[in-house]
């Protein structure tokens, strides 16, 4: 190794002759008792989550300032990517200049926001293009949020159609007066068109996704797959739930399916989810009337502006009735690491008496869950609210619990469970099957009836949408990889050129400082 050092604001250079490569740089000279020493270099604490290179990619686009499209299979982790993008948006926006909206009221408390109806200032959103303009136009709450958005967050895109995309798209340029896309508002869309669908009325002969609109292409300039499952890691059950993701299962997928199927009954503890809601209310009202423990009423506290209160219908229950020996589930994230998260289930096994600040019943009790992952802890209320960018527009109070001996699959989608049975002899539409199976996380905990291959089913729009959209994506890589290759072999060039104008010029340097030292030698 041979090294030049020359003090002050130091130039230091090395070159290292099992690579015949140079390291440079300059360090800052400060001083402490007499010793000179290199400047200290500030730490940089690491993140959390190591994000994988696709989900660095969506952060590097939208840090960028570009639109962009994320969609991927259940359990890709689109939500916990989503709300680390919100994060970083509003440290650059600030709060107020960043709309978060998701399609229903469960996604939008979910990521703390708002529906995307109550957001645009549109009602129901029944209508025609030009009466939903105006009913924005007379909303001056509505108008001041269209102004101030300098990003809108659109979660669960799978249940926005077509029309409404358009019509939104529409309502943004006039309001904003804009002839740009979506009048220049940054546009992040998470979602799984395989999913569960948009619901249309009975005479809607309307384009059903949102992917059919007129401005979706223009809408983004970039549209993202994440490809990496983190909810599974068996890679059977990864394969079957890709196969009914596309609605098409092969001889292997159906023996599993099969061997899933049971004709005895299950464990009561195993949560049930059912396609449609009477069979849910059935089955907890039935399993809570056997119980002949003294039941608890716990009634929600809701307060702000009425429209924005109704984002909170079917998440967070009006009234909660638990009981000792009653199953139950969180319905809110309270300690990650402790695996008490969105959909961990438990068994009531008493209540205690809560601080007279907690009002929550008449009796003021809280009560105590033991919980299947192992923890016992007693369950204080939390806080639902809907914002309207940093303005907080209405509020729930309620113990973040559910029964859980049924709950529907509409209710499970983004949830994580490590055991289900599902009824199917119910299931009905495209996506109902795949989101219902795709919640467990091993084929040991997956248990199901009323199975039917027939009930696998996948529009056929979303197959040929997202066919061309791995077909775009694989020639946007190829396209990458010939443009890398080229500014690799100029860069190539260009460093080899540095490296050879380096050791040139520092192996003059050398020879002139030993001259010089020399000749000071031979003097004295």
């Known amino acids: 190794m041979m090294g030049m050092k020359f003090l002050g604001n130091a130039i230091l250079v090395y070159r290292n002759y099992s690579t015949n490569s140079f390291s440079y ?47 991927g299979s259940a359990g890709t982790g689109k939500t916990i990517l989503l709300q680390h993008i919100i994060k970083t948006l509003q440290k650059t926006y600030g709060k107020s200049g960043v709309f978060v909206t998701a399609s229903t009221g469960i996604a939008a408390c979910a990521i703390h926001g708002q529906t995307l109806h109550s957001f645009a200032g549109i009602g129901n959103g029944v209508g025609d293009r030009q009466m939903l303009l105006d009913q924005v ?139 449609r809601i009477a069979d849910v209310n059935k089955v907890n009202e039935e399993r809570m009337n056997a119980l002949s423990e003294k039941k608890v009423i716990y009634e929600a506290f809701d307060g702000g502006l009425k429209p924005w209160k109704l984002a909170f219908v079917g998440l967070a229950q009006d009234k909660l009735v638990l009981c000792k020996g009653a199953r139950v589930m969180l319905i809110r994230n309270l300690n990650v690491w402790r695996r008490l998260v969105n959909g961990a289930t438990g068994t009531v096994t008493g209540f205690t008496k809560a601080d007279n600040r907690i009002n929550v019943n008449p009796d003021n009790l809280l009560p105590i869950v033991k919980f299947d992952s192992g923890p016992e802890m007693v369950i204080d209320p939390e806080v639902w609210h809907v914002t309207e960018g940093s303005t907080i527009v209405a509020w729930r109070k309620q113990i973040p619990l559910i029964l859980a001996w049924a709950i529907s699959i509409h209710k499970c989608q983004g949830m994580s469970l490590d055991q289900i049975h599902t009824d199917l002899s119910r299931a009905f539409g495209c996506g109902m099957v795949y989101v219902a199976i795709s919640r467990v996380t091993s084929l040991d905990g997956l248990h199901l009836s009323g199975f039917s291959p027939i009930k696998v089913k996948a529009s056929p729009k979303v197959l040929k949408f997202y066919r061309r959209f791995a077909q775009e994506q694989e020639k946007e890589v190829g396209n990458t990889a010939v443009a890398n290759k080229n500014e690799h072999s100029s860069v190539s060039d260009r460093t080899e050129t540095e490296k050879a104008k380096s050791f040139s010029y520092y192996s003059r340097m050398l020879k002139e400082f030993i001259s010089s030292h020399l000749s000071r030698l031979a003097a004295k």
């Open 25 to 71: 740089g300059v360090v800052q000279k400060a001083k402490k008792s007499g010793n000179w020493y290199k400047a200290k270099v500030p730490k940089v604490s690491k993140p959390r989550i190591r994000w994988t290179d696709e989900q660095e990619n969506v952060l590097e686009h939208i840090r960028g300032g570009l639109s962009v499209f994320i969609t």
């Open 137 to 275: 136009s007379n909303n001056k709450a509505a108008k001041r949020r269209w102004n101030k958005a300098e990003v809108l967050v659109v979660d669960e895109i799978s249940m926005v159609d077509a029309d409404l995309f358009d019509t939104l798209e529409y309502i943004a340029k006039k309001v904003r007066e804009s002839d740009e896309v979506w009048g220049g508002i940054q546009l992040i869309v998470s979602g799984d068109f395989f999913q569960l669908p948009p619901v249309l009325n009975e005479y809607s002969d309307r384009k059903e996704f949102a992917f059919e609109a007129d401005c979706w292409d223009a809408s983004f300039d970039k549209q993202v797959e994440l490809t990496k499952i983190f909810r599974q890691s068996d890679e059977r059950l990864i394969k079957l739930l890709q196969s009914i993701r596309r609605g098409n299962i092969d001889p292997e997928d159906l023996q599993l399916l099969e061997q899933a199927c049971s004709a005895s009954e299950p464990d009561p503890s195993v949560v049930r989810l059912y396609p």
